[in-house]
Nanobody, 120 residues
Framework: QVQLVESGGGLVQPGGSLRLSCAAS????????MAWYRQAPGKERELVAT???????NYANSVKGRFTISRENAKNTVVLQMNSLRPEDTAIYYC??????????????WGQGTQVTVSS
């Protein structure tokens, strides 16, 4: 089994910064793509950023230049650094990790979600 534990959400004023972290543990042979999604009230879940195993990142247009995704492979962790936050960034943020186990089938896991609220 695999567990994902997220941390780092909270309340921040517009223009502020937050750092989200997601750590994977358990039966892991290799971690493939890691990603962050978000879901605002009344809206569908949307992709925020992805990072491949070799560190190549991609971003939604709405966060380009403000958010940075990174990973620490030795710690099985993915980080989302969010700067210049806006009220429209308010959402629950979920990490999403594609994992190959030592034995068995590769699958995608979701974190429990962490609330980010941007408000004055």
């Amino acid at each position: 089994q695999v567990q994902l534990v997220e941390s780092g959400g909270g309340l921040v004023q517009p223009g502020g910064s937050l750092r989200l972290s997601c750590a994977a543990s358990g039966s892991i042979f290799r971690i493939n793509v890691m990603a962050w999604y978000r879901q605002a009230p009344g809206k569908e879940r949307e992709l925020v950023a992805t990072i491949t195993s070799d560190g190549s990142g991609n971003y939604a247009n709405s966060v380009k230049g403000r958010f940075t995704i990174s990973r620490e492979n030795a710690k099985n962790t993915v980080v989302l650094q969010m700067n210049s936050l806006r009220p429209e960034d308010t959402a629950i943020y979920y990490c999403n990790v594609d994992i190959s186990p030592p034995l068995g089938v590769r699958r995608v896991y979701w974190g429990q979600g962490t609330q980010v609220t941007v408000s004055s």
